[in-house]
């Protein structure tokens, strides 16, 4: 079975800083890309990306709210990502999840093409 381990997250002032990080973990598993969605308080998850990291094709997408503030990472040779999170704002306030699998290329900020979830991670901000 393929698992994804969530870490980071916690309770930050507005302009503070916090980082995620997310391993897949199981013999089977044969992805390409990982990424992280959020699901802010009383909404649905969102179906575009926060950020996504692939392995050879697709580029890394950010989120237009997150440019400029958010750097996804993966550590070369693991399936291992991990998004630093600057400037943070309230409204980045939400579970964060990651995802993980195998992605046509250019289709990397989608949800639907995720195959594995993590059970999601919170982040708070304070203003």
């Known amino acids: 079975q393929v698992h994804l381990v969530e870490s980071g997250g916690g309770s930050v002032q507005a302009e503070e800083s916090l980082s995620l990080s997310c391993a897949v973990s199981?013999?089977?598993?044969?992805?390409?890309?990982m990424a992280w969605f959020r699901q802010a308080p009383g909404k649905e998850r969102e179906e575009v990306a926060v950020a996504s990291i692939c392995t050879g094709g697709s580029p890394i997408y950010y989120h237009d709210s997150v440019k400029g503030r958010f750097t996804i990472s993966q550590e070369n040779g693991k399936n291992t990502a991990h998004v630093q999170m600057n400037r943070l704002k309230p409204e980045d306030t939400a579970m964060y999840y990651c995802?993980?699998?195998?992605?046509?290329?250019?289709?990397?900020?989608?949800?639907?093409?995720?195959?594995?979830w993590g059970q999601g991670t919170h982040v708070t901000v304070s203003s």
């Open positions: 199981g013999d089977s598993y044969r992805g390409n890309c």
């Open positions: 995802a993980a699998g195998a992605v046509p290329a250019g289709l990397n900020a989608q949800a639907l093409w995720y195959d594995y």
